[in-house]
């Protein structure tokens, strides 16, 4: 890491001069880093402890509906690398039944898991395609499952306004991300072709339903992928709803990264957990080999955070890079502009490091390089 890097690391964790006080910084900008090797029991111990250092879990969910938005990243549970799909680049069933316990221990008055899959069948269906124990997710208490790649459950869209906005007004989602009180975004720690890094903020892509944002899209059987997201070439004839009158560029490396940084102001999370247990590197996915080599990687820590912009900050500076506000041109955004930063702008959260209070692991103690 540069000089330069290190310094802001120092801000940060250190309380040095740089360091703002607590009454001119954020006060979501608070973020916990924790160690945990594997996913047995110690995944518990360690989510609690992140609670703990965030000033505890009950003053967030007590009484409340917690959306938790989950990343299955497609409906292939093929081992990956030599590994099971979420030790790799899903969201892992070991880290959902620790939280969801935590969260209905704390107080929550219901716990629903939602995911947008490429799939027509119920969200609880494919988790047991995957391998997940969806009886025992039930067992914990009120859990509820939503796939919400169309309306779902609900009998109209849920009209998401964006202040702002770079590309979007506003967004049409499941009624799942309006009603509710408090939203989880649970994802894994890893990099991403087109954004950089896809961490708990780009796992809010997925909560744009296929049938309205899909190559389908105007079929509410739809369940192909989001290509008019990325570039409106060969998508010609789908109006996406609420994009703003004069968007014009085409290019997926400009537009993905500030419609992550619309969604996330759409849609505000309130807990921002990255799981960094194991992961991989390289891309987000077995679908990026050919742009360069993909390995597992073990960090061993879960981050979490009260604000994703500064949770991902975090996590962006534990894969080894120097500077999670960096332009286009500086990894991990080489070949895009940086969605953090984006956010940062608009206002959404602080991606500055000396901004951001890292509690429990130092970045440095915490920091596992992904090249």
């Known amino acids: 890491m540069s000089a330069a890097g290190w310094d802001r690391l120092r801000a940060a964790e250190t309380g040095s001069d740089a360091l703002p006080s607590a009454a001119t910084r954020r006060p979501d900008a608070k973020v916990a880093v924790v160690p945990c090797r594997s996913y047995g029991a110690e995944v518990h111990t360690a989510l609690a402890r992140c609670g703990d250092l965030l000033g505890g879990l009950g003053a967030l969910v007590n009484h409340k509906t917690v959306t938790v938005k989950i990343n299955l990243t497609g409906t292939d549970f093929t081992p990956f690398l030599g590994r099971p799909v979420g030790e790799t680049y899903m969201t892992h069933f070991a880290t959902v039944r620790a939280l969801g316990a935590l969260l209905l221990a704390a107080g929550a008055r219901r716990v629903r898991l939602v995911e947008s899959t490429q799939s027509k069948a119920e969200l609880e269906q494919t988790l047991v395609l995957a391998g997940w124990d969806v009886n025992a997710l039930r067992a914990l208490g009120p859990v509820e499952f939503e796939n919400t790649r169309n309306l779902g459950h609900g009998p109209r869209y849920a009209r998401l306004r964006v202040p702002g906005g770079y590309v979007f007004s506003a967004f049409d989602c499941n009624h799942a991300y309006e009603d509710t009180d ?70 997926p490396t400009w537009r993905v990264p500030r419609i992550v940084a619309d969604l996330c102001a759409a849609r505000p999370v309130h807990l921002a957990i990255l799981d960094g247990i194991t992961a991989m590197s390289g891309g987000e996915g077995p679908w990026c080999g050919d742009a360069g080599p993909l390995k597992f990687t073990a960090p061993g820590v879960l981050i979490a955070g009260l604000n994703p912009v500064s949770t991902d900050a975090v996590g962006t500076a534990v894969m080894g890079y120097d500077n999670p506000r960096a332009p286009r041109g500086t990894k991990p955004f080489e070949i895009c502009d940086n969605h953090l930063l984006l956010a940062e702008q608009s206002g959404t959260g602080t991606a500055d490091l000396a901004q951001i209070e890292v509690r429990g692991l130092t970045v440095r103690q915490a920091r596992c390089p992904y090249g």
């Open 182 to 251: 408090v939203v989880v975004s649970l994802a894994k720690l890893k990099n991403h072709l087109t954004a950089g890094v896809t961490l708990t903020m780009k796992n809010l892509f997925g909560i744009t339903p296929n049938a309205l944002y899909g190559d389908q899209a105007g079929r509410e059987d739809a369940t192909g992928g989001r290509g008019p997201l990325h570039s409106p070439r060969g998508f010609e004839q789908i109006k996406l709803p609420g994009i703003r009158a004069g968007v014009t560029n085409a290019d």
